[in-house]
């Protein structure tokens, strides 16, 4: 097997375990870290760059980006050069993607903060007999702006007190058209906000400072609602059936939500009373949920949700414990099935700006697929299943310590890479595509997926691939990725027939989506400038082997990008710059929704895409 | 004693007892119905037109305002009509005040109805395969207004259901800028309003059919807040010096504002859930109390309130049981101690439209005046105190069961009118206006408002007075008004020299601030076109006998005229009319407060205002 080394990142603080040889790109990666790469990381664009502050590496062909000061400060192209030994390396804002867009990490500043929220600090005069004016006017007078607002009665309840605690120096805190709060004297230098992806598995949190508009911290948990089921379905079903099943999956997220906000308070060293907004995205669904709706007629045709636009509310009337004046923002959706998230993902990754045709898809408990330019927008979205987060899968598990992330078959050997470099526990989605793809290439998996008995195998198929196929008793044809002895559990660790037919249903699925979409715009292949990967999963997969099973289009690998968590981007620049919702609502109202399960074409795509390619000169 | 008859007054269905020779204007006043009269009830102006359906009756000089066939009716005036035995009479809705304006009781429609919560039916298109807009865009589509209206979290959570059980068909409850029900089927025939007039010790509530513009009903209790103190300055201070001083202070108001409410629903024969729009108006402590907000600094140099403008929020918020849609509307006030009631009175008076100077005034417990004309209007409010209210008046009770309410000495005796006819148990403000009046009139009180010794008393005065003046051990100097063999208890009904003192400090207060705000226009008193009596107390006294004492200025009686509750009908015509709360506003912001506490010749003023008039030939 490879050594495996480690490496530490800067200035996030994050360490990744990786296999000899894995570039510094792929490194990153894993970290959930993506820089900037227009080329793919082919090494041709040069816009990659990273500082190895200490370790062993070897780099190919980038010399021509580099000017002789950066090689001197130890600069590298992050695609081009490979990991050798433990390292420490260094990401410098300009290279990171969407991340030195929106925050203003030390340096850049390309963004102006407009926060939906903001606190404006005034004082106003104290009350005479010569000026008579109620607080509320003494106020709105001394914000100066005219603007005629609306605010709570739980404010004018609060009003007295909190004007006369400060000595008439308060801080107002407002929305649009809206006083939400007032707080004694100046508090405007503590102004944050958390934008919280919600994923049907898997739900991040990001905490921006608004005063800077830098990301102090991110946080993360699995989605509890998993315990009611994996999919969106079975929690609709759960919510619609069960008596209190709505309440039960709202509490949960709700939940889930304040938990990442105490551990992002308690590492930032904030108060919790401190958080002003959050902007939540997440699959229709999800959105549905978080906010108590019923998501009951999304699962029923025709699959109608209740609300599509953007909604913002108090954050106390959801249940989540930020400031009592914390506010609530809800991306608005695209249809049923095509939520905020994928809203986000266009607007991070600016699709609807595009000149050229691009697809951008994020590969998660369903798979959201977007393709287009400005002109014209299509989405859809696939019932990939829960296969490439592990679920359904005989070993499979979550990408959590212990999981098998990368599996390479080479040299008389297979080298797998675990999470956090621990004995290995199962596999996830990405070692699930590496082992069919290395299969496939060495002809033990076939074109319909079948995996080849011992005797059926090819000449010259290699001793210890031939010692590891086995009959076994209940998953029969299965391949034996890790031995018993190897493993924390004791047991081996396989890939059987079953996991290969997940996972043709789930890279089918997506497949036949993409040609739906490339068929309602009346594009081929070769016009789609740009495959866009988002998502957790997205970062980590190896785009050859997801080339080689088919799970993406048989277009060029330095087309065809990582683009890092773009729901989670799209949510804070929403936080940061307030504009940003109408250009959201925009998305939400313009991008066509596709119906696969009406397209006539969908079913016959669909069995198509399920087959593995042949193998041609991939790679 | 005189004679009492029953009078019973349709279509209200309300029955009074007056004394013989009893105008039917006043027994009409009595009964709380205010109808129109120009002239102030001397026989000029012809409008204030009645039928008499049964009863004796005699009139004086009125037969040129009635045709041949108006005597045929049986129309007579009610202000020259006196009754001489039981009554059944009848008012046409042409003669009445405000009610004929606002109210499109039968006949008159001159008012458009506009209430500010709407209910539109609508029938949204079911969902297809073809058209699968989520249920609250098929909800604004049908609305079919283009308007961007916000809705609460709470209504989305509603939608699905209600959509659906009507089988699209659902009535929309919506305000100008926000949808804030939904309700399945038809149901736009329930619509209702209760217009709340808040007194600091009597709170009235008005129902009123939306779809109609009629009054239905008509329910009052005393504010139980009086358990916390008679006056706003005791509540504001059990309010902020109390734990939950506030707390209970708003408790107790929304308590008796849902007992109204339940009252009117179930004497009218309505459902609670029907009722979508409440309006509250008082003076600047009720309202803040009602809303929950502390009163504190109203009670404080420089007398600053929280908020001046109207206030709309849901009724839930506020505790308010009516539907779970439905809204609350305080009405703006002027400043700390002139309250909405006064703006409400301003806006059914239209003082704020009138080319002449006029005077408003509603005695409560506190006195609001308001005097000028389109051009200017100044308000203050006078620390009455609740002497005309029974407080502090040694024998003194509220207007009800039993309370004297009319003293007339004449013809060697002494006449009492007692509420219901009932036996005497105390006095109301009322009789003791008259008491006070009619002993003065005797010289037994002079100007300083020394009630004489027997010994002291003018040559000529009848011994049946004499004799009833008494020196009580705790009272000193005192008028047996009622001798305990006449009374429920048993025990004397007393005037004293005490009750006098409290009589001048009240009116001398408000004559005070008549005189003030005079001052402030630069008028006189022969500029004053109009003397405007409003309140329920308003509608009782003899105007006579207030001028004797001095409580009203020395202008002509036909220049003073009752007016009714003129809060609560300023407050029902915002129930109908929603766009009169822009005028409300205007009235709010426009009307000048003059604060009585710092005005450098209020204490002379207040000082001089405190004799009675010299006794001219008055009357």
Chains 1, 2 share one sequence.
Not at 121 to 132: G, K, Q, T, W
Not at 199 to 208: A, K, R, S
Request: glycine letters at 10%.
């Amino acid at each position: 097997m490879k050594q495996s080394f480690k490496v530490s990142i800067q200035p996030d603080g994050k360490t990744v375990h990786v296999l000899d040889g894995t570039s510094i790109y792929e490194a990153l990666g894993e970290a959930g870290i993506i820089i900037k790469s227009e080329c793919g990381g082919s090494g041709v664009c040069g816009s990659c760059k990273v500082r190895v502050i200490e370790g062993k590496y070897e780099q190919h062909g980038s010399e021509r980006h580099l000017s002789k000061e950066e090689i001197d400060k130890g600069l590298v192209l992050a695609c081009s050069a490979r990991v050798l030994g433990d390292m420490k390396v260094e990401i410098p804002t300009v290279s990171r993607v969407f991340e030195q867009k929106i925050l203003t990490r030390g340096l850049t500043k390309e963004v102006s903060l407009s926060p939906g929220i903001r606190k404006l600090f005034i004082e106003a005069p104290e009350p005479s007999l010569e000026d008579v004016r109620p607080d509320l006017e003494r106020v709105m007078d001394a914000l100066g702006d005219g603007r005629k607002r609306k605010f709570p009665l739980e404010l004018l309840r609060a009003f007295p007190d909190r004007l006369r605690e400060g000595e008439w120096k308060a801080t107002v805190i407002l929305t649009d058209d809206e006083i939400v709060g007032i707080e004694s004297g100046n508090t405007t230098g503590r102004h944050y906000g958390i934008a919280f992806d919600i994923g049907t598995t898997t739900v991040v949190g990001y905490l921006i400072d608004l005063t800077k508009g830098i990301e102090i911290g991110v946080a993360s948990r699995t989605n509890p609602q998993t315990s009611y089921g994996d999919d969106v379905i079975t929690r609709i079903h759960f919510a619609s059936s069960t008596a209190d099943g709505l309440e039960k999956l709202h509490g949960q997220i709700v939940s889930c939500i304040n938990e990442i906000t105490e551990e992002l308070v308690s590492t930032s060293g904030i108060e919790r009373e401190w958080i002003y907004m959050i902007i939540a995205t997440g699959n229709t669904t999800m959105s549905h949920l978080f906010l108590g709706i019923s998501p009951k007629y999304l699962a029923l045709n025709p699959y109608v949700g209740v609300l599509r636009g953007g909604f913002e509310t108090a954050a106390s009337e959801l249940g989540v414990r930020i400031s009592p004046f914390g506010r609530a923002y809800t991306m608005p959706n695209i249809a049923g099935f095509v939520g905020g998230d994928t809203v986000a993902m266009i607007l991070a990754s600016e699709l609807n700006k595009s000149r050229e045709i691009k697809f951008a898809i994020d590969i998660g408990t369903n798979g959201e697929l977007v393709m287009g330019n400005r002109d014209r927008l299509v989405a859809c979205s696939t019932a990939a299943g829960p296969a490439f987060e592990g679920a359904r899968i005989t070993h499979g598990m979550r990408a959590s310590d212990g999981a098998i992330e990368k599996v390479i078959i080479e040299n008389g050997g297979i080298s797998i890479n675990t999470i956090g470099n621990k004995p290995p526990i199962g596999i996830c989605g990405t070692a699930l595509i590496d082992s069919i793809a290395e299969l496939r290439k060495l002809g033990v998996i076939d074109e319909q997926g079948k995996m080849l008995r011992k005797e059926q195998l090819p000449d010259g198929t290699p001793g210890f691939i031939r010692e590891r196929l086995i009959n076994h008793d209940t998953y029969r044809a299965s391949f034996v990725l890790v031995d018993g002895s190897e493993t924390q559990t004791g047991l081996p660790i396989l890939l059987t027939q079953k996991d290969i037919r997940e996972t043709q249903l789930a890279k089918g699925a997506i497949l036949a989506g993409y040609e739906i979409l490339k068929e309602t715009l009346g594009v081929e292949d070769k016009d789609i400038k740009e495959v866009l990967l988002a998502g957790a999963f997205g970062n980590y997969i190896r785009r050859e082997n997801a080339k080689i099973i088919g799970l993406l289009p048989d277009i060029p690998l330095q087309k065809i990008r990582f683009i890092g968590n773009a729901a989670g981007s799209g949510a804070k620049m929403l936080l940061v710059k307030n504009e940003l919702r109408e250009e959201a609502s925009r998305i939400s109202a313009d991008t066509e929704y596709i119906e696969l399960a009406v397209n006539i074409n969908f079913q016959k795509t669909f069995t198509e895409a399920m087959f593995f390619p042949l193998l041609l000169n991939n790679g």
